[in-house]
Structure formats: structure tokens, C-alpha cells
Nanobody, 124 residues
Framework: QVQLVESGGGLVQAGGSLRLSCTTS????????MGWFRQAPGKEREFVAA????????SYADSVKGRFTISKDNSKNTVYLQMNRLKPEDTAVYYC?????????????????WGQGTQVTVSS
């Protein structure tokens, strides 16, 4: 069993930055591909960013490309999402997820474990 705990959410003005962290339990973190997803009120969950289990490959949604950066520190069992130049449309609950079967995964239904989410609110 893998447990994921997100942190770092909050309220920020448009144009500002936040860094989300997701710390996992378990000894096999280094073997998991990790992803970030988000869900805004009244909308479906959507893919934001993913990183391969080695940390050598990444993938981003078009809406965040060039503004968000995903990274993985296997020594700390933690994955990060650095969010810059935030926009009001980035407001959502952000979830991290772990996939033990894939190298790099963008499809939410393929992920095995999910965190409880952290709220990000961007004011205009």
C-alpha cells in the first residue's frame, strides 16, 4: 500500500507562484511513475503533468506547458509541481498519483494510488 500526502496549496494572486509537494510512504517510490491532476468545481478531473519513474521523462498538458515544472526526488520520496505565472483558470484541487506499472503515464485511470488533494486558488 502506498499513501500520498499533498501540501503547498493556497491562495495566490494571478501571476504568482506556488510549489506543491507530494510525499509518499513505502520503500518503492523510486519505481513509481508520478503524476499531477486537477479538478475544478463542476469540471472533470484533468491531467496536468507526469514524470517517469527515473525522473528522466516528463509530460505536460498544453494549458500548463512552459509555466509548470514537475520533478521527483527519490531520496525524499517526494514529487513536486512548481507552478509559475498562475492564472485564475488554474484554480482547482490538485491531486498527485502514483503508477507502479508504467514508465510515464498521462491517463488518470491507469494510476494505482491517489492523494487527498490540495486546494489551489488563484485570484484575479
Amino acid at each position: 500500500q502506498v499513501q500520498l500526502v499533498e501540501s503547498g496549496g493556497g491562495l495566490v494572486q494571478a501571476g504568482g507562484s506556488l510549489r506543491l509537494s507530494c510525499t509518499t510512504s513505502g520503500r518503492t517510490f523510486s519505481s513509481y511513475a508520478m503524476g499531477w491532476f486537477r479538478q475544478a468545481p463542476g469540471k472533470e478531473r484533468e491531467f496536468v503533468a507526469a514524470i517517469s519513474w527515473r525522473g528522466s521523462s516528463t509530460s505536460y498538458a498544453d494549458s500548463v506547458k512552459g509555466r509548470f515544472t514537475i520533478s521527483k526526488d527519490n531520496s525524499k520520496n517526494t514529487v513536486y509541481l512548481q507552478m509559475n505565472r498562475l492564472k485564475p483558470e488554474d484554480t482547482a484541487v490538485y491531486y498527485c498519483a502514483a503508477d507502479g506499472d508504467s514508465n510515464l503515464q498521462t491517463r488518470g485511470y491507469e494510476y494505482d494510488y491517489w492523494g487527498q488533494g490540495t486546494q489551489v486558488t488563484v485570484s484575479s
